[in-house]
């Protein structure tokens, strides 16, 4: 199982990133994913999530200006983020696991991991 997390930048404040997570090893659209974040000196953060019914759930920090999704014939995790906010700035990671979550779940309970992408933001 491999995830590998691209497309973090360094941008302006009010900007737009789309992060993706190329999966192999299995087929993602059968797995719980989720984008986490994590700045330094803070504890990593969950930002959004979906699930192998399609559902998705945002937390407050991302909500209404993020979206994430996936595309099953790339096999790929994609997390759209709006009107960056100097707060955003942080490892963003995806993350995965076999059992299936309606909601965002804690970070322990997804058992594969990418290894980050990051993302700054300039005011």
């Known amino acids: 199982v491999q995830m590998v997390e691209s497309g973090g930048d360094s941008v302006q404040a009010g900007g737009s990133l789309r992060l993706s997570c190329a999966v192999s090893?299995?087929?993602?659209?059968?797995?719980?994913m989720a984008w986490f974040r994590q700045a330094p000196g803070k504890e990593r953060e969950g930002g959004a999530a979906t699930n192998s019914f399609g559902g998705t759930y945002y937390a407050d920090s991302v909500k209404g200006r993020s979206t994430i999704s996936r595309d099953n014939a790339k096999n790929t995790l994609y997390l759209q983020m709006n009107s960056l906010k100097p707060e955003d700035p942080a490892m963003y990671s995806c993350?995965?696991?076999?059992?299936?979550?309606?909601?965002?779940?804690?970070?322990?309970?997804?058992?594969?991991w990418g290894q980050g992408t990051q993302v700054t933001v300039s005011s």
């Open positions: 090893g299995y087929t993602a659209s059968d797995y719980s």
């Open positions: 993350a995965a696991d076999r059992r299936w979550y309606w909601r965002l779940a804690a970070p322990h309970a997804y058992n594969y």
